[in-house]
């Protein structure tokens, strides 16, 4: 099955630098890739995806950027702020994210003042 | 509220007790996930529905575990003769396209 490796486990940067968070998956056959953000205590939520038909997407201060030949996929956050503090998980999906979703570990960002 | 909704919020049950819960979807989402989540852990997939159709369990969801999703609408999820290891945070999420949207978690604790 599907696997998906996530790094680094935590990062911290200072408020207004950037953040970069990096997955590689397994399986070639993975077509769509989530982005969810989590605070503590409160449900996953999406915050960006992209499709294998596309290499780079972004919304305001978020990009990704997929490498399918390479299998792996990174989010990007410019001009970081305190509230982008939270555990980011990546995932991948080989239906369109119809299928169940295979997540990483989680990247804990913390933005320091 | 028009989200994904789940009940309970917290359950704490004793080893060897079963336990039930449910999931509310966004109305005409056709699919509907569950998952769990360890502390520190990403959602781990358990299985999902297409309308009333159980679709995909994973290899997790052991004999113990039966989920159901009956009219199309509404899941629940239960977990007989409960073990310490259960405990976790099970999280539903619905979807009608490619992106799913996510309950905010029942967390069993097994004592």
């Known amino acids: 099955g599907e696997n998906v490796e996530q790094h680094p486990s935590t990062l911290s940067v200072q408020e207004g630098d950037s953040a970069v968070i990096k997955c590689t998956y397994s399986?070639?056959?993975?077509?769509?890739f989530p982005w969810y953000k989590q605070e503590l205590g409160k449900r996953p939520q999406l915050i960006i995806d992209i499709r294998s038909n596309v290499g780079e997407k972004k919304d305001q201060r978020i990009a990704v950027t997929l490498n399918k030949t390479a299998k792996h996929f990174s989010l990007h956050i410019t001009e970081t702020q305190p509230e982008d503090s939270a555990v980011y998980f990546c995932a991948a999906s080989t239906r369109g994210g119809a299928d169940g979703l295979t997540f990483g570990k989680g990247t804990h960002l913390i933005i320091q003042p | 509220d028009t989200g994904v909704s789940q009940n309970p919020r917290h359950k704490i049950t004793k080893r060897g007790q079963n336990v039930t819960f449910r999931c509310d979807p966004i109305s005409e989402h056709n699919r509907l996930y569950w998952y769990r989540q360890t502390l520190g852990q990403g959602p781990e997939f358990l299985t999902y529905f297409q309308n009333e159709a159980q679709l995909e369990k994973s290899r997790l969801l052991s004999d113990r575990f039966s989920a159901e999703r009956p009219k199309g609408s509404f899941s629940t999820l239960e977990i007989q003769r409960t073990e310490q290891g259960d405990s976790a945070m099970y999280l539903c999420?619905?979807?009608?396209?490619?992106?799913?949207?996510f309950g905010p978690g029942t967390r069993l604790l097994v004592l």
């Open positions: 999420a619905s979807s009608f396209e490619a992106t799913q949207y």
């Open positions: 399986d070639s056959a993975s077509n769509y």
